[in-house]
């Protein structure tokens, strides 16, 4: 949460900053700030609300100069507030800041009893006013942060900079991310890739612990307390366009169309049709026979993901699967052996609770592994060092409502649960050549689906202005029934609930009248009949129906007042594909009564904070 950019060069800082800014609005939007050095003057300007509030301010007062920090805030401490909004200015030290300092309450304390005055009510502050009192004993910046960070607790990832020393930008990491994009006599600093992407492809993705000097010349990586760490860049394969609307209306809409291209990326290069084999690169699932428990841990989208992924790799390899939310899992002090493998999937790989639950989980003895889609990410890291990564090749994700990610990852998890079964002989050569025919179909029958754009607007307008919508599925498609309700409430702000077809009798059907429209996907497959007749119980009830069903079947259009077919595949690869039309009702439904579809309100696409 919380977008930080930072640059020093020869160009006007403003517009790179901004530009930057604009590519992290995703991870908050309650205030935006710059601040640039020039002249040894520092000059701040802050807006309330999103960025181009702040574009506003900066039309009226410009900034001139050519090396500047810039924030995008998801307010934890302290109210969304011009002055609560970053950066922080302490005696011409400027802060911006991502995560929350702990131990705050205690340091505000002892820095009012010195008789230092705090202008907001964030724990950002306590930092500049740190650096600032460390300057005032007589330390040069650098120094001057170490000595700052000695005294702080919590996560963090800040750029600071000082009108004193007005060459350089000091960084540092502990737990949430922070990316050095590297230049020709110009350098960047930044919380994710993309605010960087137009100016250089090369980055170096600093580690916990990590300390960072950043100027013109340079980039110097030490310890918190100095020891040098070797600078290793890394090339990004993401273009900038990738990060652009190409002419779409929302990034959600864009990137449910890209989901073809995205699946097709993560299949590719993986699968031995010959062998019928599958190259988990970078993936070592270890001596598969021991393995004799899998947990699928995650958050939001990702979860549903691993719901799905139980099916799965139960189906397939017939190792049994529990999925947990991060959150619960790691304060529940899991039953975990050297035979569990922890699986985390996350699509940014920086969300803190599932983070720290792998942590806890490796700590417990299990060996850990992730499906992340972003590079050298903090999940993707701790993997690394134990069981391994398997890449979704998604390629940028920044509407704040997941789609190609999530459907990239239901590829992953299929291709782990082939190779699993494989392995463990519960698969045959022959089984396993017929599952990844089907999986090759995947993009196609996507693209199909997405041709029928204009039925699904029409079927939004039907039902746009509801207040309430169940979603029904079973098996497989039960967690798409999750997703799909997930997906709508979260950019349209309409009350949605996602029911495992048969627990629908236990209680949602008090709720169904002719008002509340129900979403049910009755794809064919060894549980069609029971979730038909659980349709026909709303029915039956006058709910209004709406159904996702495979092409060929004309019973279901009977009870149904309206259907959307999709092509049919294998019930395991499914949900795959049937949760494109509910991406496309919810974008539709949300567009028609004009929520912001990108960036709805209090969410954020990367949630490192607990
Ligand atoms: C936030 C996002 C969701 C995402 C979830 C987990 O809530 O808004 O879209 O599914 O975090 O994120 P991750 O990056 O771990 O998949």
Known sequence: MCGIVGYVGNREATTIIIEGLRRLEYRGYDSAGIAVVDGGKTGIRRAVGKLRNLDKVLSEQPLAGTIGIGHTRWATHGRPSEQNAHPHEVEGITVVHNGIIENY?????????????????????????????????????????RATIEAIRGAFAFVIQSEHEPDKLVTAKNATPI?????EGENFVASDIPACLAHTRVFVFLR???????????????????????????RIDWSPVMAEKGG????????????????????????????????????SIGDAQKLNRFIITACGTSYHAALVGKFMIESIARIPVEVDL??????REPVIDEQTGVLAISQSGETLDTLAAIKECRTRGATIFAICNVLESSIARECAESGGVLYTHAGPEIGVASTKAFTTQLVALYLIAIHLGRERGTLSKEDAQELLTHLREVPKQIESVLSREASIISIARRVAKARDFLYLGRGPNYPIALEGALKLKEISYIHAEGYAAG??????????????PTIG???????????????????????????????????????????????????LIDPIITVVPLQLIAYHIADLNGTDVDQPRNLAKSVTVE
């Open 326 to 331: 991060a959150s619960e899992l790691r304060y």
């Open 208 to 234: 916990d612990g990590d300390f960072a000097v950043l100027t013109r010349s340079g980039v110097e990586i030490t310890t918190f307390d100095g020891t040098p760490v070797p600078v290793k860049p890394k």
């Open 521 to 571: 996907i009755a794809t064919a497959g060894p549980v069609y009949e029971k979730t038909v007749s659980n349709l026909e119980e709303v029915k039956a009830r006058d709910g209004k129906l709406i159904i996702i069903a495979t092409e060929g079947d004309a019973r279901i259009a009977e009870i149904a007042d309206d259907v959307f077919l999709v092509p049919k595949n294998d019930p």
């Open 503 to 516: 627990e629908m009798k236990h209680g949602p059907i008090a709720l169904i009248d002719e008002k509340m």
């Open 248 to 283: 779409h209306k929302h990034f959600m809409h864009k990137e449910i169309y890209e989901q073809p291209t995205a699946v097709a990326d993560t299949i590719r290069g993986r699968v031995s049709m010959e062998e019928a084999r599958v190259h988990l690169d970078g993936v």
């Open 105 to 145: 309450l205690e340091l505000r304390r002892a820095l009012s009893a010195q008789g230092r005055k705090f202008k907001s009510e964030t724990d950002t502050e306590i930092i500049a006013h740190l650096v600032a009192s460390n300057v005032a004993k007589g330390l040069s910046l650098v120094p001057a942060v």
């Open 179 to 183: 990316v050095v994009g590297l230049g």
